[in-house]
């Protein structure tokens, strides 16, 4: 009997042992998370750093603050996301020749201005007639190209473009934004610029204008209400307030005290303000601005600047981290070529040429060029050639501080450098055009130039009266440029540019420097928002149209196996 007892208790202490067990493996029953969808409503008042000159999308080229409400009240025939390739906006459908000279476009159904009349193709041809406009401020690239562009109207929904030769960037020029042609046909040019309907615009956009804000007779701001019939799905905030600040710490200290939700432009001297803003939440993009160091390859006072391993070497003996950390407070992002990193044509697999200055000066002694024996801190060469020359740079604070660090870089290599301050205007003018410069620490300025096209820069065609400012002759590099220029395929477009990056990271003619980034501030509270690599500063506002400030959760069901605790509602 006492080994029988035995026997039962070890039964049932096993039996216990195996419930717990499945006890411990039966699921949790937890609270499902409601479902959390964006409402219609509220209030969203931004701090805009600038000032309002005139609410019209072909009056806004020079004038930030403009596009971005303009981005707003207006529709164009396409945009363009974040990688830079175009998406439609009016246009429903399209089609290209063969030949790539002939494009035809179908417009959305139903689209309507803000006051109700229909917009039709006769509007985007009376636009076009107003960008061709000498009399208007339009930028002469901009003019000159719908100067030999044939647009017709088909019909009230189909347009057909026909340019004098195929050119695969023509689609970065119909991203403009359009005009009513039954409020402003009757005005001349000169009557445009100062008419009213510049202070009362009147779009087709996600946003209509409502009203100027007005402090003490000056124009302090404007306030949008979302468009109920809007083509697409009309925007969740109901209203927009941009209140216009001189700069970027006026509109920081404006949010401090609560006045605005955010801040259009997070400069560097507004940047720790806003770091240190727990319910501020902030959007970085990169800018579409290259700041980098031509070299005259053609200068005959500079011969050794056609050696491509020298030019290699210059570039690693420059510590570009070291300068984006100290002098933009990290606000910049090192570059590796003339197409922008997140655009359809950057290519991933490029060369990134590291800081690295002793292989740097064992490739300028391998050259031949040595610490003279007589004494000096300049490298000759056997002749008796200093490696030295002169670095040109915009005369502003800003640059010389660059220039500096460039020019100290350099020296630790034995490369002497002679700094020499220019006005900006004065270094295009004077120097780089002519070619009559050595080196030149300048930015190339790509805004709103989604499609990356670097012919006009890096083309050998160019070289003379153009803007190859490196004189740079190579064949190989200008046959994939031409092709990409004129080829509609963005497969084939791509494989291109992949070969022009490997071909200019390989000889260099150019130091690329830094890519400058953008910061945007908005208040926690503001759901949805999203911002990529930016083109124009006014492509934060590219999803406006889906950020909410109210939300709904669908009615909660009972609990199953997996879950998480139910999200409180804004």
Do not use: C
Not at 161 to 166: A, D, V, W
Not at 490 to 515: K, S
């Amino acid at each position: 009997m006492k080994n029988m007892r035995w026997q039962i208790l070890i039964v049932v202490l096993a039996l216990v042992a195996i419930a717990i067990l499945l006890i411990g493996q039966q699921p949790t029953l937890l609270p499902i998370v409601p479902e959390i969808k964006p409402a219609t409503g509220g209030e969203y008042i931004e701090g805009l750093v600038g000032s309002l000159g005139r609410l019209n999308p072909v009056l806004d080229f020079y004038n930030p603050a403009d596009r971005d409400i303009d981005r707003l009240i207006y529709s164009s025939l396409v945009r363009f996301d974040d990688r830079g390739a175009p998406v439609n906006d009016l246009v429903e459908s399209m089609g290209i020749s063969q030949d790539g000279t002939t494009y035809n476009f179908s417009l959305r159904q139903g689209v309507i201005w803000h006051d109700g009349r229909p917009l039709t193709s006769d509007d985007v041809v009376f636009t076009i007639d107003l960008l061709r406009s000498a009399e208007l401020p339009i930028p002469e690239d901009v003019r000159s190209l719908w100067e030999v562009v044939n647009v017709q109207a088909l019909d009230k929904q189909t347009l057909q473009f026909r340019l004098p030769e195929p050119y695969a960037p023509f689609m970065d020029y119909l991203a403009f934004g359009i005009l009513p042609q039954h409020l402003l046909s009757d005005l001349t040019p000169e009557e445009l610029i100062a008419s009213q309907f510049n202070l009362e615009p009147v779009g087709s956009g996600p946003y209509r204008f409502d009203h100027l804000i007005t402090t003490e007779d000056q124009i302090a701001g404007v306030a949008l209400t979302a468009f109920k019939d809007y083509y697409a799905e009309p925007a969740f905030i109901e209203q927009l307030v941009f209140r216009y600040f001189p700069d970027s710490p006026a509109a920081m200290s404006a949010y401090q005290t609560g006045e605005v939700m955010g801040v259009s432009q997070v400069t560097r001297d507004a940047l720790p303000a806003a770091l240190g803003e727990v319910n501020l939440n902030l959007y970085s993009g990169r800018l579409p601005l290259l700041s980098m160091i031509f070299l005259n390859l053609d200068n005959p006072e500079v011969p050794f600047f056609q050696d491509a391993n020298l030019r290699r070497a210059l570039l690693m003996g420059l510590n570009r981290q070291r300068m984006i950390d100290e002098l933009l407070d990290g606000q910049a992002i090192i570059a590796d070529g003339p197409i922008f990193p997140g655009s359809w044509a950057y290519y991933e697999g490029i060369e990134r040429i590291p800081h690295d200055p002793d292989s740097a000066i064992k490739i300028l002694k391998e050259a031949g060029y040595t610490i003279p024996a007589s004494g000096g801190n300049v490298r000759e060469d056997g002749e008796g050639h200093r490696l030295s020359f002169e670095l040109l740079y915009p005369d502003d604070p800003r640059y010389k501080s660059f220039a500096e660090w460039i020019a100290s870089d350099w020296e630790r290599l034995g490369v002497g450098v002679e700094l020499k301050p220019v006005p900006y205007a004065e270094l295009v003018s004077d120097y780089l055009e002519p070619r009559t410069y050595q080196a030149a620490f300048v930015d190339l300025n790509l805004t709103r130039s989604p499609d990356p096209d670097p012919y006009p820069f890096w083309h050998q065609a160019q070289a003379t009266g153009g803007q190859n400012y490196s004189r740079w002759d190579d064949r190989q590099a200008s046959e994939y440029l031409e092709q990409a220029r004129v080829d509609v395929d963005i497969a084939e477009r791509t494989r291109l540019y992949h070969n022009f990056q490997v071909r200019f990271t390989g000889e260099l003619p150019a130091l690329p420097l830094f890519y400058p980034v953008y910061n945007y501030a908005v208040d926690k509270q503001v759901q949805g928002v999203t911002m990529g690599p930016l083109f124009d500063t006014s492509d934060r506002l590219a999803t406006a149209r889906q950020w909410f400030l109210l939300a709904e959760r669908a009615a909660e069901t009972q609990a199953t196996p997996t879950g998480v605790a139910p999200a409180v509602t804004p």
